[in-house]
């Protein structure tokens, strides 16, 4: 494996900054969402529409890895952005009513038609199939 040139440097540069920082102890537990839809937007322009019922801010969905690293160079895949939107919450939906919500948005913003994004279900279904 080959490291980038600045590759120490920048790992000493973070290495200081997180142990001059200290323990950083929660004084209250984060609020419980019954559930919040994402969107995942990623270089290309590819997106993908995923559920949360934790409220993690480090979950960024279970697209598939293999389709997304299709998309990329090699090179592509050294320094990148993707973003992570919320395009809807509840603190009371339960789990249907939050799935039902994932379907509705994969549909109508075509995420899983593989030239706009990466989800794979549900097949063959378009926004024109909601009630």
């Known amino acids: 494996m080959e490291l980038l040139p600045d590759a120490w440097e920048r790992f000493e540069r973070a ?6 920082s200290g323990p950083k102890h929660r004084t209250a537990a984060p609020p419980k969402l019954g559930g919040i839809i994402y969107k995942i937007t990623y270089p290309n322009g590819k997106i993908y529409i995923g559920q949360d019922r934790t409220d993690s801010i480090n979950y960024f969905g279970s697209a598939s890895s293999e389709l997304i ?11 990148f952005t993707i973003r992570r939107e919320i395009l809807w919450k509840s603190e009371t939906a339960t789990r249907s009513e939050i799935t039902s919500k994932e379907v509705e948005f994969i549909l109508a913003l075509s995420s899983n038609e593989p030239e706009k994004g990466y989800n794979q279900w549900p097949v063959g279904r378009k926004a024109e199939d909601l009630p």
Do not use: I, L, M, Y
């Open 15 to 20: 290495f200081e900054v997180v142990a001059k």
């Open 69 to 79: 690293a299709r998309d990329f160079t090699p090179e592509q895949r050294h320094n």
